[in-house]
């Protein structure tokens, strides 16, 4: 049924809807309103789970941890400083080859304090073995929370589903809730065969020395790599059944003859939808690149939608203090074995969560006409507020 729902209650249905064995919750700015709702919900007898109140983020990581080895659906959120709290967790969440869902409330990540939205938080754990998706809008988010505990159970690794914060977790958007019909046929009930039994004992999480260490990383790594195709084909599936999708490994909004790409993630694809609609015919019009797999990355997948670019504008909403933009420095690398490259351009835009006006679109493509272009820019800083040494 279509309502109008913040995105926040919007997930906490969405988790509802899956019938999670436990929640572990613990509030952080901007993900608070999720696990209040998934609160209420529990109170009010519409959701029956095992609610876990923690005294912080490492412990709901190590709760969720503990229930799903045990064989429970377990779910939990977070952002920011509070990913960081559990990163040594979510290393061994992945590491251990633990299925279970988070939603990150992406935020930017201090000092200096900043509340507001970038993707500074899910960047800084890029490489703990989680599958990570991004969501454009909260319908998105909504599709891809319950098709991540599907994914996460057949797959054995967890997922952490994006969403930015603010901008999506506290905005009311018209929103298709699918009937828990729909979901009980598309999502199994819970099994996981690495699940531990105290009436047949054993271990989870041994010793492993460098005998074997390389091949149980190889291992996760491929397991990544297997995902990619189970990603589109749980996207297909969930189509099938409530008649949407949510964008498989990425989404391509083409232009005719478009020469020029922007690929981005999150909410700021919009953004750039809005503005290439404003600007009409204007100065040509753009090939909108969505990617909603960030881990694993789609290489082939996005070396297929850049065929016949001339040049690519890659959206970063966090930087690599040192070297640039994350998602560009990756694109970059994953393109160079093309015959027939576009040329990256990588802008970082909306760090801290400043706001990314619709007219970016048309500064972006003027910019990368010009011969002295920057490969790399935090677009939207203004250089005249810092001393000439930092600039």
């Known amino acids: ?16 809807l899956a019938r999670p064995d436990v929640v572990a919750a613990y509030p952080i700015t901007p993900q608070t309103h999720i696990v209040e709702n998934i609160s209420k919900l529990v109170a009010d007898g519409d ?14 990581a190590s709760v969720v941890l503990g229930a799903a080895a045990a064989g429970a659906r377990a779910y939990t959120a977070s952002a920011s400083q509070g990913i960081l709290l559990m990163s040594e967790v979510m290393f061994n969440i992945a590491g251990l080859r633990v299925p279970l869902v988070m939603t990150i409330a992406n935020r930017s990540v201090g000092a200096p304090l900043n509340i507001w939205n970038d993707q ?65 046929a598309f999502l199994p009930p819970f099994e996981f065969a690495g699940a531990l ?14 005998d074997w260490f390389a091949e149980v990383r190889h291992s996760h790594h491929a397991a990544l790599g297997k995902a990619l195709e189970r990603i589109e084909q749980i ?6 059944i409530t008649g949407r999708a949510a964008g498989g490994l990425l989404a391509v909004a083409d232009a005719p003859g478009a020469k020029v790409g922007i690929l981005a993630m999150g909410s700021v694809v919009g953004t750039m939808l809005a503005g290439r609609e404003d600007l009409g015919a204007e100065a040509g019009q753009a090939r909108i690149i969505r990617l909603r797999a960030f881990r694993p990355f789609p290489a082939r997948a996005l070396r297929a939608a850049v065929e016949g670019l001339e040049k690519l504008v890659v959206i970063d909403r966090a930087i690599s203090p040192g070297l640039g933009g994350v998602l560009g420095t990756e694109v970059s690398a994953v393109l160079s074995t093309m015959e027939r490259a576009p040329k990256v351009y990588n802008f970082a835009l909306g760090l801290g969560g400043r706001d990314i006006p619709e ?6 493509l003027a910019l990368i006409e010009r011969p002295d272009a920057p490969r790399f820019a935090v677009l939207d800083a203004d250089l005249e507020k810092l001393p000439p040494e930092d600039r």
């Open 197 to 210: 039994d105290p009436a047949n004992p054993r271990s989870l999480g041994t010793l492993v020395d460098p």
């Open 359 to 364: 007219t970016r679109y048309a500064e972006m």
């Open 1 to 16: 049924m279509r309502e109008a729902l913040e995105g926040s209650l919007a997930i906490a249905r969405a988790v509802t």
């Open 120 to 184: 500074s938080d899910t960047m800084a754990v890029r490489d703990a073995g989680w599958i990570q998706l991004h969501c454009s809008t909260n319908q998105e988010a909504v599709d891809t929370t319950i098709q991540a505990f599907r994914l996460a159970q057949e797959t054995e690794l967890p997922v952490a589903v994006n969403m930015d914060g603010f901008v999506l977790t506290h905005t009311m958007e018209a929103i298709d809730m699918p009937s828990q019909e729909q979901v009980d």
């Open 47 to 60: 959701l029956h789970t095992e609610f876990v109140s923690v005294e912080s983020e490492f412990s709901a």
């Open 235 to 240: 996207d297909a599936e969930y189509a099938r």
